[in-house]
């Protein structure tokens, strides 16, 4: 790739889903990494990062000042109480943000609802992974049908599951019935979080139930399968699992795998969000940089 | 302890008694237990001198949901309710990281919980540091508590109590939520947990077969200085210890409870008159729930999917525990009954499991 037609974007945080994201940054023609960033604590993320082959500094989010050159985004992968405290730093350096921690500060995306509003906006949420993998299937069963009550249950593998989400299931919890509030229009929504220790790992998964409306299975799949499709666009291990009415209550199950890169196929919770994560800075980098012409 | 069944009294070792009734009872009755049934119970609790009464949703603080089922009752209101009838036992509430939140525990604080169990998957501990440190620093007597304990081996458990501690827990345990166990698995465990930390060690038995009462005598007798027990064992499944036969086995084995046998056996009586259709028993679903080690919460849902289903809710069980599923995955029973009936609702997709790729890729997080 050719040095100068790409951004330059840098990684806050290198716990597990920092170190996920960093190798499909790696991967990505539009997207170079310069830096990455770590509290001293996270010394050992920091050397899966530097073993990648990316420059890293172990000063915290003001570390990212220290480089020449500015960065054009800036990726949050480090824990949604810190967020804020970064964003009101990150705010003076200009770059777009994309938070990828359950923090409710900035303005929450879907790629595939409403993804070109990361082009008009400086900071972007990515919600959670358990968001990234329901509303998108939420969002186009909202249109089409009013349900009075919406809830997600989300069980991702233990092993997949770092410090920073176990100490933040409060706000993942809250940001998600949140971000699902607000691009379904139901208000009355719960959120839960399984975390499960099974060997082998088992597979994230997103169990989705609506309750309130005359589902029909027909139209219920056909919708459920063009969400689907579309978030597979970015996603390839996206799957529904199981989409059926059951006792009036329409009722969806979702399997996210890994679909490359070095994490284990189970850990689609890290997946899902960091390919949202790509595909927004992508767009971003599209709409910025100059298209060769052929 | 009066009438009869103390022995050596002045040596007698003080255990506290804990009781869930009206919070795992819940599961036996799809959560459904109403204003005047929690108000009874909790007064002749009350009369007993009971040090604990523990209510809400039988998930726990903010469970309520289609996953586990819906109260009758909104949190506050049973809080509300239960709180005016206690004068001498404390008032505990449960809650798992995941499924409740600190503002539920907020709020629960604030309708005058005394007592917050904090529980998390017995490999999960340290999803609790959050809420054991709000716990901490509210001033609230604060317990951590791992459910499905018979997943883990007993070193295992006794770390994960460590960092209970570590995070402000003033009493950690185990849950035994399967009704697995045998008096040697408990007297192993709660052995090695007591000699890890300096706190009060919790047991919380299940029936499943037959062993509650004889696997908190034996907790106790490993050093356990707080054991749960429910009225006529009202609990998930088989059931819990069951509390009035479980204090007067503790005082005749030689500990003293400081509660009053006969109000204990009349609330016992009222439990079972006012509070279920009738008082668990171990049938036959139950004993293999348990010998398969899956959450007994899970039985009322397992039944109905797999009637709906027509498949064997004995296999049910048993391929649940095959896949090793945890408390709160009741969505697994649909996948699961379905798969036997052979009434898949599964599409077909891409990306089918690549079992040696994800031996080979597993490295990267170890």
């Not at chain 2, 950690?172 to 009704?179: H, K, L, N, Q, T």
């Amino acid at each position: 790739m050719d040095q100068g037609s790409s951004l330059n974007v840098a990684v806050v945080g290198a716990g597990l889903i920092g170190i996920d994201l960093l190798t499909k940054i790696k991967r990505s023609g539009l997207l170079d990494c310069g830096l990455v960033v770590a509290r001293d604590d996270q010394a050992r993320g920091l050397r899966s990062a530097a073993a990648l082959g990316c420059r890293t500094a172990g000063g915290g989010v003001r570390s990212l000042a220290a480089g020449r050159q500015g960065f054009d985004i800036v990726f949050d992968a480090s824990n949604a109480v810190s967020h804020a405290e970064h964003w009101e730093y990150l705010e003076t350096l200009g770059a777009l943000v994309i938070d990828l921690t359950p923090s409710m500060v900035g303005h929450m995306v879907a790629p595939t609802v409403n993804g070109a509003d990361a082009l008009v906006h400086r900071n972007v949420s990515l919600i959670s992974c358990g968001g990234q993998a329901s509303i998108p299937v939420l969002h186009a069963l909202a249109r089409r049908y009013s349900p009075s009550y919406i809830e997600v249950v989300t069980t991702a593998a233990s092993v997949s599951v770092g410090r920073a989400t176990r100490l933040n299931l409060d706000e993942y919890v809250e940001t998600t019935q949140a971000a699902i509030r607000a691009f379904t229009g139901v208000a009355d929504v719960k959120v839960m979080v399984n975390i499960s220790p099974a060997e082998p790992p088992a597979t994230f998964r997103v169990a989705i139930s609506l309750a309130g409306d005359d589902f029909d299975l027909g139209v219920m799949r056909r919708d459920v399968a063009t969400a689907a499709a579309e978030v597979r666009a970015f996603a390839a291990g996206f799957d529904i699992a199981a989409c059926g009415v059951i006792e009036g209550k329409a009722f969806i199950a979702a399997e996210v795998k890994a679909s490359a890169g070095l994490i284990p196929r189970y850990a689609g919770n890290l997946d899902i969000i960091n390919s949202a994560a790509i595909v927004v800075a992508e767009r971003y980098a599209a709409g910025r940089v100059p298209r060769e012409r052929p | 302890m009066n009438q009869g069944t103390r022995e050596s009294a002045e040596h007698a070792r003080p255990v506290m008694i804990h009781d869930p009734t009206l919070r795992d009872g819940h599961h036996a009755v799809r959560h459904q237990l109403g204003r005047d049934q929690l108000r009874r119970y909790a007064a002749a609790a009350d009369a007993a001198r009971v040090p604990v009464v523990e209510i809400g949703h039988g998930n726990g603080l903010g469970a309520s949901s289609l996953q586990v089922g819906r109260a009758a009752l909104a949190d506050g209101e049973m809080l509300t309710v239960v709180r005016e009838q206690l004068s001498h036992s404390k008032m505990g509430v449960f809650m798992l990281p995941g499924w409740g939140t600190s503002r539920d525990l907020k709020e629960a604080i604030g309708h005058g919980a005394d007592v917050v169990r904090i529980g998390a998957h017995c490999t999960e501990g340290d999803t609790t540091e959050r809420h054991l440190n709000f716990l901490r620093d509210a001033g609230v007597e604060a317990h951590g508590v791992l459910l499905m304990s018979h997943m883990a081996a007993p070193g295992r458990l006794a770390e994960e109590c460590r960092q209970l501690v570590g995070f402000g827990a003033s009493a950690v345990g185990i849950f035994d939520s399967s009704g697995h166990y045998l008096p040697a698995d408990v007297g192993e465990r709660i052995a090695a947990i007591a000699a890890a930390v300096d706190v009060p060690v919790i047991f919380h038995g299940h029936n499943n077969l037959g062993m509650a009462v004889a696997n908190s005598v034996a907790a106790a007798r490993a050093g356990a200085k707080i054991i749960d027990g429910c009225a006529r064992g009202f609990g998930a499944g088989a059931g819990n210890a069951q509390l009035e036969v479980l204090v007067p086995v503790l005082e005749r084995s030689g500990f003293s409870t400081g509660i009053d046998l006969y109000a204990l056996l009349d609330a016992a009586d009222l439990a079972e008159r006012e509070l279920m259709p009738r008082p668990p028993t171990i049938d036959s679903v139950s004993v293999v729930s348990g010998l398969a080690g899956v959450f007994s919460g899970f039985k009322s849902r397992v039944l109905d999917i797999a009637s709906r289903e027509r498949v064997d809710p004995r296999d049910v069980f048993f391929e649940l525990g095959r896949r090793q599923a945890v408390a709160g995955q009741e969505d697994l029973i649909v996948d699961v009954a379905m798969e036997l009936s052979g009434r898949e609702i599964k599409w077909p997709g891409p990306g089918k499991s690549e079992g040696a790729r994800d031996r080979r890729v597993r490295r990267g997080f170890e």
